[in-house]
């Protein structure tokens, strides 16, 4: 059978394999590069070094050039799994099992934000298409799909404009947008050169003065270990702080166990005749369940500074357990208590997973806090990034909004 110059067949019974030029091959070699891509800019934008997570702003620009809904969707999950990489081995360090479960997380948590991209997607380039990245990106921001909205490249917006604030935000979220249109490569220079300024001169956040972060190396025991023994050795670590001309003193989540009456009363006889209060975590345990919380504790007496808005989802928050009659897990305070006083200092707390989700410092923010403080027990993570990813945001948001900040891990 003859073929024509173009290399079509001139009669209807012609049959000829598909050229390795044809759209579809080209199609195919496109969606694996857009994919391969999607998984590096999630592995480096997440890996835990604060001045990397503005690669994550790659992802718009290679979801928007997917060439199909499907491609779109596994360009997301490409993205979405590369940054939470450290999952499977979070989950079995924390159940003391093999990686199985862990991986079966892993893809469960990605479902949200590749169906949410997914359906986001479309085929027409346009304002269309802008619009529909900033619902997705909405939509993996608040809850309840902000609930499992890792990794959302909105994060970078502290390391691209450092203390511009609201307009920091704006900025940022119109430049996530803008790499949605034709305009992409025009918006990526933009944000590079925001991104080198801001490598030059960046500058951690710190502690305001007279407050201080205490970090631990105590592994699972920490909360666990309910004996004089450890409570006196987290009040050694605090005197000695406390030396040093700290008066509000931060210690990580869970660092008091249980808080019980008992407890309250040997840290306030402890810490009398000084003028140095303890923000410390805790649990405290209810009728349906368990507040994770951080408590102030000083000579004059305690109270609960803050209730966690958003727990582990599975480890620790369980709400299904109420559908089926059950009681126990944390409870989730979803929107309650963004911001609480201290010592005439308006706080922004932010508990372990709060650190990694979007809404919760948003929501704190718009209360103009004095000051962040992130406290985690990431012992858990042994393995993984995702403490050093944890430490990572909490800086970005405090450049961000110009304010101090107080860490306290423990690891």
Known sequence: MTRDISGRCPSPGCSAAPSPFSRSNRDGLRCSALIGLAAVAGSIGWNGHVLLLPVAFAFPVLWAHAPSRLAAGAVSAAYFLAASRGLPQGVANFYGTDPLPGIALWFAASIAFVAVHAVCWTGQPGMGRAVRYSAAAALMGLPPLGIVGWAHPLTAAGVLFPGWGWWGVAAAAAGLVAMTTKWWSAAAMAMACFWLWSVATWTAPSPPEGWAGVDLDLGQSLGRDATLERHLELLGAVKRKAGEGSRVIVLPESALGFWTPTVERLWGDELRGSSVTVIAGAAIVGHDGYDNVLVAVSAVGATV?????????????????????????????????????????????????????????????????????????GWWTKGTSILAIQKASAEAWARLFGIPLVTAFNS
Not at 309 to 331: C, H, K, L, N, T
């Open 305 to 377: 500074l803050y209730r966690e808005r958003m727990p582990v989802p599975v480890s620790m928050w369980q709400p299904w357990r109420g559908w089926f009659g059950e009681r126990g897990g944390a409870r989730a305070h979803i929107v309650s208590n963004p911001e609480t006083t201290r010592d005439g200092d308006r706080v922004a707390p932010l508990i372990c997973y709060e650190q990694l989700i979007l809404w919760p410092v948003l929501q704190s923010a718009l209360h103009e806090p004095d000051l962040i403080v992130a406290a985690g027990n």
